[in-house]
């Protein structure tokens, strides 16, 4: 017996507690799905990019910014390894449309010298304007109202322009005159490069608005132009297949052969979409007129479109040509990351027919049915409650969002929000943000400041016996983190992982509050606001190296702090001592210099220091753009006060004089007054009929009359007054 105790016994990892995966919402079952990649850890991922021809907006930045969120805590949370592509669509009937009107207005422009004809031509495009004026879609009425003020505006002022103003008199109506001469336009443009300069500037301003919201770069990105003769490949492939057909310089996708096919079901995202000819149309792009005739089906769509007279071409099999919208991202994906994608993002506008397209486009050229395994997509945003659109004059440019928000506030106000569901930008959210980001904040500096005066050479200095109270501060924070890893795995649920951290931190600040300063667990609070740091840093936060928010810039200014951070305490250490001598001695002029020092020079250099009563004073390094950001809205509250207490002594002289002014009135003509209410008197000025005809209670009679000699009696004091005087 004694000799099987010689050996290792038996051992069992117990009972497996099941393990929270990941789980995404899948538009493809619009359900959340456990995700599993194809291979491993590898997860291939393609983003539909943007149409560029015109600035960067809040539209994009809800797609950019939420799958940015979403990329990084799939890389740097979840560990899987991403390979990012998006596309820029740098072909399309906007562009084409917008560059071509751009051309032939400076083509204008170049050539202008008699302002007599400019004016006459002007003139036209504003008869043009005003002719279609009725017809014009309601929602661009506005619209184009501001285009005719211009148009009539300009085309007085060019009779007296010289021929040197011209031209910038005439930028003034750049969009509308440059329509107008494309309408009319009789000119051949062969030239592909006048349809490559526009969206070139315009994707540059994308990449720049993106890393302005630090947004990642794509990994890799693929522009529609750079890859004609892979889509034209493509197409091929498809036609052979059966599932496209040529039809006078164009390639159509057969949507009744596809769906016939049992192994394929069109409009996979959206099936009850089967049929929006409306969807499709406006899928097929502004440029495309009355195809009906060459389509074998009201649903069939556009692979490939015969170019007409100013557009741009290239050669094919079919003859001059360009591509329709959605066999790009088909082929771009397939082309760069294989035959199957593990996760495909787009704004959920893209859903049908785009998506479904892409879908459709990639089953028929493989002939397999899963092309796209997760398919995502960013929810909407709408501006105070309204859909964005020029012509509602809500729309809100990526810049000038930034002029009233940092980039770390947008993000904040993403990060509070499902990223599937709308969003509504407006100031609410906003304010919402802005608390979130101040309790954050605030955590840092306080972990800061207690944290300061650590010695980092005794290492021992930590690891004294924790207090009940650190123990469950301690037991808080483990369950925090396995709240915030269960809400990651949620469809990455970030708006209840800042909740998680919120109720981290009150716990944190409770803790703050009653502990002794001096024994402070600084390890414990460290820890916290490095987990906290970490998880922000993963959503996309710029964070400082350890804890909190960067100073200023956020380049320099940490490595600033930490220089700085022992002779601020050597400083504040011996104003401490100063100010308790000169208390103690009655020394006003040195407390008062001492105030200086916390409220006037050291803000001045981004420090903010916090006087408590029998503590030692607090020290924020917290930058001086926010302390002065601070002082400015310390100013305005104090403004408003001063002016809302300005408004309710107006609002009570007001009542005050209206109450003297009704002294004056004699008891019997008081209800008289009153039309709106009562029609007859009696011979006291008692109401008998009201202003409906009926007859007055007994009731109201009785109060009346109590109202009469209550006012009566502040008639008499009237008279008396004026009797006096
Ligand atoms: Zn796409």
């Not at 506030?409 to 304010?431: P, V």
């Not at 998880?535 to 804890?547: H, N, V, Y």
């Not at 008998?688 to 007055?696: L, S, T």
Request: glycine fraction near 4%.
């Amino acid at each position: 017996m004694a000799s099987t105790k010689r050996t290792q016994p038996a051992w069992s990892s117990g009972d497996v507690a099941e393990t929270c995966r990941l789980k995404l919402f899948n538009s493809l079952t619009r359900k959340k799905e456990v995700f599993v990649p194809k291979n491993g850890n590898k997860v291939n991922w393609y983003s539909c990019g943007p149409t560029v021809y015109d600035a960067s907006h809040m539209g994009h930045a809800r797609s950019y910014i939420t799958f940015d969120i979403l990329r990084r805590v799939m890389k740097d949370y979840f560990h899987y390894d991403v390979e990012y592509v998006m596309n820029i669509t740098d072909i399309d009937d906007k562009i084409i449309r917008r560059a071509r009107q751009l051309h032939l207005f400076e083509e204008y422009v170049k050539n202008a010298t008699d302002c007599k004809a400019v004016q006459k031509d002007v003139l036209l495009a504003l008869d043009d304007l005003k002719k279609d004026f009725e017809q014009v879609d309601p929602e661009k009425k506005a619209m184009t109202l501001k285009a005719i003020e211009k148009l009539t505006l300009v085309s007085q002022l060019v009779v007296n322009s010289t021929v040197n103003n011209l031209q910038s008199i005439l930028n003034e109506i750049k969009d509308p005159f440059g329509a107008y001469l494309d309408k009319f336009n009789t000119e051949d443009i062969f030239d592909n490069n006048i349809f490559e300069s526009l969206p070139r500037f315009w994707e540059s301003d994308f990449h720049s608005n993106m890393a302005s919201l630090n947004i990642l770069p794509p990994d890799k990105l693929s522009r529609v132009s750079e890859y004609i003769p892979d889509i034209i490949a493509y197409i091929e492939t498809i036609i052979k297949n059966g599932y496209a057909y040529e039809s006078n310089g164009s390639v159509y996708f057969d949507v009744v052969a596809f769906d016939s096919k049992p192994i394929h079901h069109y409009a996979k995202l959206v099936p009850e979409a089967y049929g929006d000819t409306k969807s499709l149309q406006d899928g097929e792009g502004d440029l495309s007129g009355s195809t009906v005739n060459e389509k074998r089906s009201p649903n069939d769509f556009a692979l490939w479109k015969k170019s007409k007279k100013g557009e741009p071409w290239w050669e094919s099999v079919w003859g001059k040509g360009r591509p329709g919208w959605h066999i790009e991202c088909s082929v771009m994906a397939s082309s760069i990351l294989g035959q199957t994608l593990d996760i495909h993002t787009g704004g959920i506008d893209l859903k049908f027919p785009h998506h479904d397209n892409e879908i459709a486009q990639a089953e028929a050229y493989y002939n397999n049915e899963e092309w796209v395994r997760y398919f995502l997509h960013s929810g909407h945003l709408t501006i105070s409650g309204c859909k964005m659109s020029k012509s509602l004059k809500n729309f809100i440019t990526i810049g000038d969002a930034l002029k009233n928000h940092s980039s770390r506030q947008l993000r904040i106000a993403f990060l509070l929000h499902s990223w599937k569901d709308t969003l509504d930008y407006g100031e609410s959210t906003m304010e919402s943000a802005m608390a979130c980001e101040k309790i954050l904040n605030e955590f840092f500096l306080n972990v800061k400041n207690v944290t300061r005066r650590v010695n980092v050479q005794a290492l021992t200095v930590g690891y004294s016996k924790w207090l009940p109270s650190e123990v469950e501060l301690s037991k808080k924070f483990n369950i925090c983190k396995e709240n915030i890893h269960a809400a990651l795995c949620d469809n990455i649920d970030t708006k209840t992982v800042l909740e998680v951290i919120r109720e981290c931190i009150s716990s944190c600040n409770i803790y703050l509050r009653d502990c002794d300063s001096s024994t402070v667990n600084h390890l414990l609070l460290l820890n916290i606001a490095k987990y906290i740091t970490g998880i922000l840093k993963i959503f996309g936060i710029q964070t400082a190296d350890e804890i909190g928010f960067p100073i200023g810039d956020g380049n320099s200014s940490n490595n600033v702090e930490t220089i700085v951070t022992p002779y601020l305490n050597i400083l504040s250490d011996f104003r401490d001592s100063v100010r308790s001598i000169a208390r103690s001695a009655g020394s006003t002029d040195i407390l008062i210099l001492c105030d200086k020092l916390r409220d006037e020079i050291l803000p001045d250099s981004g420090v903010r220091l916090e006087d408590f009563d029998g503590k030692p004073t607090a020290i924020k390094f917290v930058g001086r753009e926010a302390i002065m950001n601070e002082r400015k809205a310390k100013a305005k509250a104090e403004v408003d006060k001063l002016a809302e207490k300005e408004r309710k002594k107006k609002e009570l002289e007001i009542a005050r004089a209206k109450k003297e002014e009704l002294k004056k009135i004699h008891p019997k003509d008081l209800f008289k007054l009153e039309t709106d209410k009562y029609s007859e008197f009696d011979e006291n000025g008692i109401p008998v009929v009201d202003n409906q005809g009926n007859k007055i209670s007994k009731g109201l009679t009785k109060k009346l009359q109590k109202i009469q000699s209550a006012h009566a009696a502040l008639h008499k004091e009237y008279l008396e007054s004026i009797e006096k005087i």
